[in-house]
């Protein structure tokens, strides 16, 4: 058992004094039968007695004790048992449960109201695609529900479901929730880790790097090349790899210093853009070289013939991979882009590096006069000893600016002809200085070009002129220009020009290492990688080989691929996925097609790649539907992969759910799983993948989605049914996905918070993991975040561990803490990677400048800080989401911040109506807008501000108008004060015309009597009602102060002292205040004591007691609010409930007592002030315009157009 010591507090107890014990940890207890009767009855019902015993200790020697033995583990020398103490079961309640119908549906319902304690059992038999997992791990979930459990019986040999059969009896005894009985034996469905797949062995093998700035991040990943089966074009050649070469760019994008789309051209270009240049054998077993756009840094290659050379007799294979590139580079930039000529001067940057050397043996074999930069004297010694015409009259430094004096000097102030430039910043600015009049920059360095760095036109006036050279573009992009360089690359290899240059040679297994070592820029010439050693022949084929690498899963462009629910959140997701892993053909299912701008866009971009994109609309809730969506399919190409991704939710306490609402859910889920399986075994026969994707609410349970739960655990079944026949079936239970998709929408804000134990996962993280599932073969997988509740947010340890990572530092003991980064060896490079991590991990904002001088100490420091900032950002934000796990951390005051959290301004709470600004008005005061949408009336909280519905207003499509509340109204009831507000509505409301009325917390009362004043005068309308309701908003006010006239006083003002001097309102305070103002008689004497404590000017503390003394006064109203039994709201009326609710209350928060019509109640993720700022509160009651615009908006779509 994994116990944090610092978490258990050891205190000594006598067992005999203890009961209602969960569990009870024991050793050889069987054989004292007295101790074991007092650990029994020290135990409450159903909890248990972990019981270590020596072997040979017979488990039934509990019996008589009605404990039942739930598991047994011989260990070497003794053995582990789980006792449970037995319940008694009762005169339980059996519903049988079909996926056929949900006949049983209410009988459920009925069960769970009305059960108390009594048991309810749900079986299932002799069905065994039944999704009673899914329903009974939700229903878990919802109150009332702690005596339901789940019998599904999938052995058909198994007699009929009775409670007084053995079989079923001994079952029931041990009073588990989930009891599925399959082979003979009873068990459950459980999550266990997935291994055994972490990787594949394979002979294409490609690197990349997962997080650009981590070098530690590097993988090799499985590739789609298979030596027996690939088909070349005449102008590819599959090349098996001996050597690859690093090149600076890959530098550059793996420390993050230029992202990848710099380099690619499109989304398909930058999924791998490690590595350029390679050397290796062809099929035919020739030795050659080459070149590639990207992905060259990989076991195998598909290589273009015009970037292809036979490797000279006299070279190595290691000697070749120093080659292509920097030949090509100096080649296309001197020659072809520079017009180099004999005779000319030439500064060449970096005269140590790949392309330095290279430039310099061309410039100086063209005759041209060398000037060259090096970083270190190791450098300017190998290049005086390789090229003796070179002294250090040509050689500057290239670490500072000091080459430009040595440029001038040398050249008596000209300056050269041609720069090659790879230096950056102040460098390259010097290095332009350096430029003769009509001089030529070559700008092969990516660094101030990706930053879009200054350069000064004066420069133009010397007839200079300025080529940024990028190479990556030319091998991508232009094929006759890749020719004629090939034929002077040739060339240059005849002539003796080209001669391979010096090397530091990796194992492809160090990856990290060679690129850290490019990053200390200490290498002379080039660093390769290898992947095999060369052998002795010139020709022999070679052997086959296979490596280590995460598995990837790829398409067959020939093939065409089904998402029903493509257009979805996640759908688009996985439909560019499968573009970007080779699929050319999807098929994306939908009920009404392309509606939003992204979903076109997205459809455009696959287009503009080939990739053919039918939309299909085909009813996949029918037979025919999906038929006819596989015949479309099989029009493209042979189906080789179906994605089910379509949802509809229809959420809601199970009480509230209808049969209708499970029909609902089933359609796309169910119901479309069930026709896809059957009409894919006939109409699909090489399907390699059927794939659904259900939830962790399945595995798992949520409130509110039982049938989601429930239609899920169908497709899961379905999945398990096609593996055991032999067919492809996978379903993958989803937490929630934080980025898009269903769940994204609903919580916009707040996507690194735990809901229900799980983060958000990301979407990139899903993709990854899919790839994983895609290759593995359990029918059932699940993916999500689980929440650290122990290292919440990122510590110190994690800043440091970033760093320690980007800067290869493996044991902190092995350095000094307090060195700078600088001292300890970081180069610019690595600063700059550095400076990326903090900013993008951690949200630090560090100058290059900060980061030199940072140590390791202070970067402990910083992580410590950072983590205070979260954990003050956290309780800045409020309770949060998920607050309703711990109902009773919150005390009193802390509840009441929830009814009553701003006292409003003196200024603005004059007013009796306010317009607020919403996505239909700006809201001021125009009142003519008014004509132009919808009008919602909003009623504030107790507060009587408009303030307060600011965040929701600002999300409504209607023109909201708040009815503001008077102090001077103290003492007056609801009734009165809807009274008074009444005239405001009608100068707004035409005579007769409908109204739309929005009541929050308090307003909730007012909403409602208003609601009837108008209806009395013929009207109907529409009532929103926000998280309050009579019968709840007294339960909540006397939950929160107290029945207790004196308490509830004190409770109130030290709750107004919080709200309006939260900075001085510290518990010590608080203390004092109660100490102060208990012994005072009345409550206006307490209050004026609280009110003189408040910092502020004399005339805002008379505004603050005004507004107090309403506040209260509208509190004890509402305690002492009747509603008049024989009056009943007749209008349609919107519950919206705040999930993390304040208490446990009835589903409708007994709003059925007032309301004529079913009140449609919708519960929404927040408390109960955060569910004013969530978009699906607001979406909720956009629903009766968005339903009118968007019926306009079909009609008026041309689909073929928006898709264009
Ligand atoms: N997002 C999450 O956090 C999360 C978590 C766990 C599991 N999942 C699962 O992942 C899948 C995708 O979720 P998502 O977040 O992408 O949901 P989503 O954004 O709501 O997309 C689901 C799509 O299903 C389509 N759909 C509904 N009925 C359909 C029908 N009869 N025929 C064809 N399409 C239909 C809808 O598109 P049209 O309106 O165009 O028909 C909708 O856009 C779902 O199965 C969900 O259960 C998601």
Redesign the pocket.
């Known amino acids: 058992m994994d116990l944090n010591m610092a978490e258990v507090k050891i205190e000594d107890h006598k067992l005999k004094d203890k009961q209602e014990c969960t569990l009870l940890i024991a050793s050889n207890i069987l054989l004292h039968r007295e101790l074991l009767q007092t650990a029994v009855n020290a135990l409450a019902d159903g909890a248990c007695i972990l019981a270590r015993e020596k072997v040979g200790t017979e488990s039934e020697l509990s019996n008589g004790f009605r404990l039942e033995t739930m598991f047994e583990k011989t260990l070497k020398e003794e053995k582990l048992l789980l006792l449970r103490k037995g319940v008694t079961l009762g005169n339980p309640v059996v519903i049988h449960v079909t996926g056929h119908n949900y006949d049983w549906l209410p009988e459920v319902q009925t069960a769970i109201r009305s059960s108390s304690k009594r048991h309810v059992i749900l079986v299932v038999q002799g069905e065994p695609l039944s999704g009673v997992v899914g329903l009974v791990n939700c229903i878990r979930k919802e109150p009332g529900s702690d005596y339901v459990r789940c019998f599904f019986i999938l052995d058909s040999s198994a007699p009929q479901f009775d409670v007084n059969l053995p079989l079923y009896q001994q079952q029931l005894k041990k009073d588990l929730v989930m009891n599925v009985y399959s082979g003979g034996k009873w068990g459950s469905y459980q999550h266990l880790p997935l291994d055994g797949c972490a990787t594949v062995s394979t002979p294409h093998v490609s690197l990349k790097i997962m997080t650009p700035g981590d070098l530690s991040s590097f993988r090799w990943l499985e590739g789609n090349l298979v030596p027996e089966s690939v088909q070349t074009t005449p102008d590819e050649e599959l090349v098996q790899i001996y050597y690859s070469a690093l090149n600076f760019g890959n530098v550059v994008l793996a420390t993050g210093k230029v992202a990848a789309n710099f380099l690619g051209n499109n989304q398909l270009s930058q999924d791998n853009v490690q590595g350029m240049e390679f050397s290796g054998r062809d099929q035919k077993g020739c030795r050659v070289m080459g070149m590639m756009a990207q992905q060259a840094l990989a076991s195998m290659v598909l290589a273009d013939t015009k970037m292809l050379w036979k490797v000279p007799d006299h070279w190595t294979l290691e000697d070749a991979a120093t080659v292509p590139v920097v030949y090509s580079t100096a080649y296309y930039a001197l020659v072809m882009v520079g017009g180099m000529k004999k005779g000319e001067s030439v500064l060449i940057h970096s005269g140590g590096g790949g392309v330095g050397l290279a430039a310099i043996n061309i410039c100086l074999h063209a005759g041209c006069m060398v000037y060259t930069t090096v970083g270190t004297k190791e450098k300017r010694e190998f290049i005086k000893k390789q090229y003796p015409q070179l002294t250090d009259r040509n050689i500057g430094n290239s670490r500072d600016t000091s080459f430009e004096h040595l440029v001038l000097t040398e050249t008596n102030g000209r300056g050269v002809d041609l720069v090659l430039n790879s230096l950056s910043e102040d460098k390259q600015q010097a290095s332009i200085r350096c430029l003769a009049p009509r001089g030529r920059f070559l700008e092969i360095g990516k660094f101030d070009l990706a930053n879009n760095s200054f350069l000064g036109l004066e420069v133009f006036l010397r007839e200079t002129s300025f080529h940024g050279v990028m190479l990556d573009k030319v091998t991508s992009e232009d094929p006759e220009t890749l020719k004629i360089l090939q034929d002077i690359v040739t060339q240059g290899i005849s002539a003796g020009v080209v001669r391979p240059l010096p090397r530091t040679v990796f194992p492809y297994t160090e990856v990290e290492q060679a690129f850290r070592y490019m990053t200390t820029g200490k290498h002379v010439g080039k660093v390769l990688m290898q992947f095999q050693p060369e052998e002795d022949s010139k020709v022999v084929v070679p052997a086959p080989r296979l490596m280590q690498a995460y598995p990837q899963y790829f398409c067959n462009p020939s093939y065409s691929y089904i998402i ?2 493509g ?5 688009l997701e996985l439909a560019d996925w499968l573009v970007l892993r080779g699929a050319r053909k999807l098929v994306l ?4 097609g392309v509606r939003t701008g992204y979903q076109s866009f997205r459809v455009r971009t696959w287009r503009s790649y080939g990739v053919k994109v039918v939309i299909s609309l085909a ?3 029918t037979k025919s539907g999906v038929r006819a969506l596989l015949s479309e399919a099989n029009r493209l190409g042979q189906v080789d992969a179906i994605f089910n ?4 939710l229809r959420d809601a306490f199970l009480e509230n759910q209808t049969k209708a609402d499970f029909v609902t859910s089933a ?2 889920k169910a119901i ?1 799983t069930r026709h896809l399986d059957e009409l894919s075994r006939q109409m699909c026969p090489h399907l390699r993948h059927f794939v659904v ?1 259900s ?1 962790v609410t399945c595995g798992c349970g949520n409130t509110g989605q039982t049938n989601y739960g429930m239609n899920n655990s169908i497709m899961e079944r379905i999945c398990e049914a096609r593996v055991r026949d032999g067919l492809p079936g996978l379903a993958v239970q ?4 934080g980025d898009v ?4 929408e609903m919580q916009e804000k707040h996507r690194d918070r735990a809901i229900g134990g799980l983060l958000m996962q990301r979407i990139a993280s899903c993709l990854e993991v899919l790839d994983i599932f895609m290759r593995q073969s359990c029918p059932i997988v699940a993916s999500m975040v689980v929440a650290d509740k122990h290292s919440r947010g990122s510590g110190s340890t994690d800043i440091v561990q970033c760093c320690r990572n980007i800067m290869g530092i493996c044991d902190l003991k092995t350095i000094e803490l307090n060195k700078t980064l600088l001292d300890l060896g970081m180069d610019s490079m690595t600063a700059v990677a550095i400076k990326q991590t903090l900013e993008r991990e951690f949200d630090i904002y560090l100058t290059l400048q900060e980061i030199r001088n940072l140590t390791f100490a202070g970067l402990e420091e910083l992580g410590t800080r950072n983590q205070k900032t979260e954990a003050e950002k956290q309780s800045l934000e409020g309770p949060s989401v998920d607050d309703d796990d711990d109902d009773n951390d919150d005390g009193p005051p802390i509840r009441m911040q929830l009814l009553l959290h701003v006292l409003g301004d003196e200024a603005s709470s004059l007013y009796p109506v306010v317009r607020l600004p919403s996505a239909a008005g700006a809201g001021a005061d125009v009142e003519d807008e008014l004509k132009a949408g919808p009008v919602l009336f909003m009623l504030p909280g107790v507060e009587g501000v408009a303030s307060v519905l600011e965040p929701l207003a600002k999300n409504l499509k209607y023109q909201a108008v708040c009815l503001q509340l008077n102090y001077r109204d103290i003492g007056q009831t609801a009734h009165d004060i809807a009274q008074s507000l009444l005239p405001h509505i009608h100068s707004r409301l035409a005579p007769g015309a409908p109204f739309r009325l929005l009541g929050y917390s308090y307003g909730v009362m007012l909403a409602l009597e208003l609601a009837l004043a108008l209806e009395a005068e013929g009207r109907e309308g529409h009532l929103y009602l926000v998280d309050h309701s009579p019968d709840y908003a007294k339960s909540v006010i006397q939950h929160i102060l107290g029945t207790n006239e004196e308490q509830f006083d004190i409770n109130f003002i030290c709750t107004i002292y919080k709200v309006v001097a939260p900075q001085e309102a510290t518990s010590e305070a608080v203390r004092k205040l109660v100490e102060k103002i208990t012994p005072m008689k009345s409550r206006e004497e307490k209050l004026d004591h609280v009110i003189s404590m408040l910092l502020m000017p004399t005339g805002d503390k008379q505004h603050y007691k005004t507004a107090i003394a309403s506040i209260f006064a509208r509190m004890k109203n509402t305690l002492g609010y009747e509603w008049n039994p024989k009056k009943r709201v007749k209008s349609q009326t919107t519950l919206l409930k705040a999930r993390a609710s304040a208490l446990k209350a009835e589903e409708d928060y007994g709003l059925s007592k007032i309301c004529e019509k079913k009140v449609e109640v919708h519960v929404v993720p927040g408390n109960h002030v955060t569910v004013l700022g969530k978009k699906e509160t607001a979406a909720i009651i956009n629903r009766q315009v968005t339903d009118s615009e968007a019926l306009k908006f079909k009609n008026s779509l041309n689909e073929e157009h928006i898709l264009q």
């Open positions: 029903a629910g257009l979805g959140g996640f759908g299912s939908s009920r009404s009813d996949i809730t991704l379509a949802v509809v359609g796309p479309a994707f939830s989803w937490g929630a996905v998709g269903l769940v994204a």
